[in-house]
Nanobody, 122 residues
Framework: VQLQASGGGLVQAGASLRLSCVAS????????VGWFRQAPGKEREFVAA????????YYGDSAKGRFTISIDNAKNTVYLQMNNLKPGDTAVYYC????????????????WGQGTLVTVSS
């Protein structure tokens, strides 16, 4: 499974971005796709996840109320809509795919994309 993340960029605080993660395949029909982010000098942080087989999203604390994860099954693509961005959201955003028994744990995912940089200026 190969993942291609895109959609990052430089925006001002309060702006919106939509990240895309295109998967070449699915590990299993009920595998999950998760978004994580990593800021310089910080550990990788869980943002949001969703399973291919469901429309039930799961969010980390930093994403609740501002970010929305969604799936386009026909395109094997998972989106992360990010609204009201803040400077604290600045990070490289990675998408990952795998069985993910525990959605918020990076080690639960077998496949990772290359990351896309989001920079939010104040």
């Amino acid at each position: 499974v190969q993942l291609q993340a895109s959609g990052g960029g430089l925006v001002q605080a309060g702006a919106s971005l939509r990240l895309s993660c295109v998967a070449s395949a699915r590990t299993f029909s009920d595998s999950a796709v998760g978004w994580f982010r990593q800021a310089p000098g910080k550990e990788r942080e869980f943002v949001a996840a969703i399973r291919w087989s469901s429309n039930s999203p799961y969010y980390g604390d930093s994403a609740k109320g501002r970010f929305t994860i969604s799936i386009d099954n026909a395109k094997n693509t998972v989106y992360l809509q990010m609204n009201n961005l803040k400077p604290g959201d600045t990070a490289v955003y990675y998408c990952a795919e795998g069985p993910a028994e525990r959605l918020s744990i990076p080690e639960s995912y077998a496949n990772w994309g290359q990351g896309t940089l989001v920079t939010v200026s104040s």
